[in-house]
T-cell receptor, first 114, second 114 residues
Framework: KAGVTQTPRYLIKTRGQQVTLSCSPISGHRSVSWYQQTPGQGLQFLFEYFSETQRNKGNFPGRFSGRQFSNSRSEMNVSTLELGDSALYLC?????????????FGQGTRLTVV | AQKVTQAQTEISVVEKEDVTLDCVYETRDTTYYLFWYKQPPSGELVFLIRRNSFDEQNEISGRYSWNFQKSTSSFNFTITASQVVDSAVYFCAPRGGSNYKLTFGKGTLLTVNP
């Protein structure tokens, strides 16, 4: 069974640009979550989607958005990039995202904003 | 408010030593689940174990064991006979209620020296 796939693995963008990251969950998983990891703030929750609906959102500005498609694949978008957006963005999938279900993570997309 | 504390920032051991990683989760929730993840230098978060808040029985799986003390909200994770490949950052991440997110601790960097 294939794991969680995130593309691209590495990305370099310029301040002010926008970026779209993609996540393909494990087959059959309907919940997809996104996390940002930085040395200063650690791992922080961005948002969670289930059946194309956002069920929860973390404390991030509106420049961060996401969506989920009918095949459970998810994308997150960051507009008007800032230097502080440089981070490892991790996607996780789980069958339904409930509190007792483990989440399986992809290898992440490392975004560098210059 | 919920608070996850991994007091140990870094631990260094010599191969074959046992090592225990500490995690304290303060919450008003009476039922929750706690997950341990390992993050090797490659960046991917690898799921290790899941524990619930209503079962204080210690468990062992291979070289891993863990115990939960409800009175102190303390989840401890032990690696027996550590190996160099165990070198990674270890995160505990509770999830409770219906907010669908994992709340990560700051992580503990474990270095196992040959």
């Amino acid at each position: 069974k294939a794991g969680v796939t995130q593309t691209p693995r590495y990305l370099i963008k310029t301040r002010g640009q926008q970026v779209t990251l993609s996540c393909s969950p494990i087959s059959g998983h309907r919940s997809v979550s996104w996390y940002q990891q930085t040395p200063g703030q650690g791992l922080q929750f961005l948002f969670e989607y289930f059946s194309e609906t956002q069920r929860n959102k973390g404390n991030f500005p509106g420049r961060f958005s996401g969506r989920q498609f009918s095949n459970s694949r998810s994308e997150m978008n960051v507009s008007t990039l800032e230097l502080g957006d440089s981070a490892l963005y991790l996607c996780a999938s789980s069958p339904w995202g409930g509190e007792n279900t483990e989440a399986f993570f992809g290898q992440g997309t490392r975004l560098t904003v210059v | 408010a919920q608070k996850v504390t991994q007091a140990q920032t870094e631990i260094s051991v010599v191969e074959k030593e046992d090592v225990t990683l500490d995690c304290v989760y303060e919450t008003r929730d009476t039922t929750y689940y706690l997950f341990w993840y390992k993050q090797p230098p490659s960046g991917e978060l690898v799921f290790l174990i899941r524990r619930n808040s209503f079962d204080e029985q210690n468990e062992i799986s291979g070289r891993y064991s863990w115990n939960f003390q409800k009175s102190t909200s303390s989840f401890n994770f032990t690696i027996t006979a550590s190996q160099v490949v165990d070198s990674a950052v270890y995160f505990c991440a509770p999830r409770g209620g219906s907010n669908y997110k994992l709340t990560f601790g700051k992580g503990t960097l474990l270095t196992v020296n040959p």
